[in-house]
C-alpha cells in the first residue's frame, strides 16, 4: 500500500512569513500533484509535477519534486490570508487510475 | 463551463438504511472518481468509472458500489449504512486518465449515519 505522510499536519503563522510543506513516501510514484482545499468545497489542483527534480512556480508558491520522485515540497513566500486552507499531496502511477492522496496540511493564515 | 455537480449536499440517515449520490461530471469528461473524505482516514479512493465501466476499485467493502451511466453522469450507493460511514463524498471528473490529467472535484455530499 502506498503512502503518502504529509508534514506538518497543522500550521499557523502570521501573514508574511514563510513556510514549507512536506510529502513524503517510501514509494515512487509517476507524477505527484498538489490540491487546495477549502471548507465546504472540494480540492483543487495546484500543480502537478512528473520529472524527478523538477521545479514549479505559481506565483508565491514553489513546488518540487524529489530527485527519486518519492516526496515533494510546497514552499509559500509571504503568506496571505487567501493561503488558509487544507493542503493535499497525491501520487499517481501510470497504469493505476486512483490517486493516493497524503495526510494533509491544514495552514491558517493570521492576518 | 459547469462544474462537477453532486447531489444531495447534505443528508442524515440512520444505520442500516442505503443511500445513493450523484455525480455529473463537466461535460466531455468520460471518467468519474469517487472519494471518501475522512478526519482520521483522509481522502481515500472508492472507484472510478469511464465509459460506464469501472477500471479501479478500492479497499471497501462491498456494501460500497457504483455505476456509470452513457451520459457518463455516475452514482453510489452505500447499502445497510455504518457509523463509520459518516464522511465527505467527492466526486471528480477528469478529460483523460486520472493519473495524469487533472481531476476536477464537485463540492461533495455530506453524510451523516446516526
Known amino acids: 500500500t502506498q503512502l503518502l505522510e504529509q508534514s506538518p499536519q497543522f500550521l499557523s503563522i502570521q501573514e508574511g512569513e514563510n513556510l514549507t510543506v512536506y510529502c513524503n513516501s517510501s514509494?515512487?510514484?509517476?507524477?505527484l500533484q498538489w490540491y487546495r482545499q477549502e471548507p465546504g468545497e472540494g480540492p483543487v489542483l495546484l500543480v502537478t509535477?512528473?520529472?524527478?527534480?523538477e521545479v514549479k512556480k505559481l506565483k508565491r508558491l514553489t513546488f518540487q519534486f524529489g530527485d527519486a520522485r518519492k516526496d515533494s515540497s510546497l514552499h509559500i513566500t509571504a503568506a496571505q490570508p487567501g493561503d488558509t486552507g487544507l493542503y493535499l499531496c497525491?501520487?499517481?502511477?501510470?497504469?493505476?487510475?486512483?490517486?493516493?492522496f497524503g495526510t494533509g496540511t491544514r495552514l491558517t493564515i493570521i492576518p | 463551463k459547469a462544474g462537477v455537480t453532486q447531489t444531495p449536499r447534505y443528508l442524515i440517515k440512520t444505520r442500516g438504511q442505503q443511500v445513493t449520490l450523484s455525480c455529473s461530471p463537466i461535460?466531455?469528461?468520460?471518467?468519474v472518481s469517487w472519494y471518501q473524505q475522512t478526519p482520521g482516514q483522509g481522502l481515500q479512493f472508492l472507484f472510478e468509472?469511464?465509459?460506464?465501466?469501472?477500471?479501479n476499485k478500492g479497499n471497501f467493502p462491498g456494501r460500497f458500489s457504483g455505476r456509470q451511466f452513457s451520459n457518463s453522469r455516475s452514482e453510489m450507493n452505500v447499502s445497510t449504512l455504518e457509523l463509520g460511514d459518516s464522511a465527505l463524498y467527492l466526486c471528480?471528473?477528469?478529460?483523460?486518465?486520472?493519473?495524469?490529467?487533472?481531476?476536477?472535484f464537485g463540492e461533495g455530499s455530506r453524510l451523516t449515519v446516526l
Open positions: 509535477v512528473v520529472t524527478g527534480g
Open positions: 461535460s466531455g469528461h468520460r471518467s
Open positions: 468509472y469511464f465509459s460506464e465501466t469501472q477500471r
Open positions: 471528480a471528473s477528469s478529460q483523460g486518465r486520472p493519473n495524469t490529467g487533472e481531476l476536477f
Open positions: 514509494s515512487v510514484f509517476s507524477s
Open positions: 497525491a501520487g499517481a502511477n501510470f497504469g493505476n487510475e486512483k490517486l493516493t
